[in-house]
């Protein structure tokens, strides 16, 4: 019955029938208390098995590192072992940062006080950031258009890391010699970021199933941790926008965030300002 003991994991809904009638709408309130409860902790479990399951692979691959570098010969095999061993530690530690993130940005989290962004500001910002990875991939990387009063009252550090994993994904996925372009602006009140590339693309029926934790769609060359794109979904969840992927007129990929008209900032001050 409601009234009968209960433990801590116990999050069975209670029996409404036979409750007498002033505490029907208590019951029913609890009741949907216990099931987003019950949905919150099977994410988390899922999320946390997800996560173990991830790190064993780059755990394993630096053990065997570790062990051929022991094993070397000379120390020309002991460099190379050891030149491994460093890159496994950065895509480990990559991976790490990346959960992390993520696990931030899970329900149940207080989100960091929102203030003006400029979105301007963010382009900016990642094509500074992301100059290096474009010239070592050797593809032009700029912004198409911005409109300078573009903005939104959210979390600037988070919007930051949102349009990072966008641009990263596009430069590793852009062949040599091909294009990535940033834009910001707002369209019909909706104020919006905008990064297309002329990659490969994605299919359409792999669109949707590329923001799932841990998704990477066959036969992709680059290494990554697929968590890139959940990432991106969160963060834009959190301050009301969607994210959207299309195909690109010359055949690579548009993503797309669009924000609501309520989201637009009155007033735009430097996104430093904001993210402190």
């Known amino acids: 019955g409601v009234g009968a003991p ?7 809904s209670f029996p409404e029938q036979g409750a007498p009638e002033e505490v029907a709408p208590l019951v029913r309130a ?3 208390l216990l099931a987003r409860l019950r949905a919150a902790l099977e994410a988390q479990r899922a999320f946390v098995a997800d996560a173990a399951h991830e790190l064993r692979t ?10 051929l570098a022991e094993r070397a010969a000379d120390g020309g095999q002991r460099a190379a072992a050891l ?7 950065e895509r480990a530690t990559h991976l790490v940062g990346q959960l992390l993130t993520l696990a931030r940005l899970e329900p ?24 290096v990875l474009a010239e070592e991939k050797q593809v032009d990387l700029g912004a198409a258009t911005v ?16 349009l990072a994993n966008l641009v990263d994904n596009a430069i590793r996925y852009t062949p040599a010699g091909g294009r990535v372009d940033l834009s910001a602006g707002v369209a019909e009140g909706h104020p919006y970021l905008e990064v297309v590339d002329s990659g490969p693309g994605i299919p359409e029926a792999e669109r949707e199933r590329v923001f799932d934790r841990f998704y990477r769609g066959a036969g992709t060359g680059e290494p990554g941790t697929g968590l890139g794109l959940a990432i ?6 959190r301050h ?3 994210v959207s992927l299309a195909g690109a007129p010359g055949g690579g990929l548009v993503a797309r965030v669009d924000f609501p008209t309520g989201a637009a900032a009155s007033s735009l001050g430097p996104n430093r300002d904001a993210a402190s």
């Open 6 to 12: 209960r433990t801590p994991a116990a999050l069975d």
């Open 30 to 32: 609890l009741n949907g």
């Open 58 to 67: 780059p755990l394993a691959a630096l053990k065997l590192q570790v062990q």
């Open 83 to 89: 030149v491994e061993v460093q890159a496994g530690l």
């Open 108 to 131: 149940g989290h207080s989100p960091p006080p929102a203030g003006p962004v400029s979105l301007a500001e963010l382009v900016a910002a990642a094509v500074a950031d992301h100059a």
């Open 147 to 162: 409109d300078a009063g573009a903005g939104v009252n959210g979390d600037a550090e988070a919007l930051g890391t949102l």
């Open 232 to 237: 991106v979904k969160a963060i834009a969840r």
């Open 240 to 242: 009301g926008a969607t």
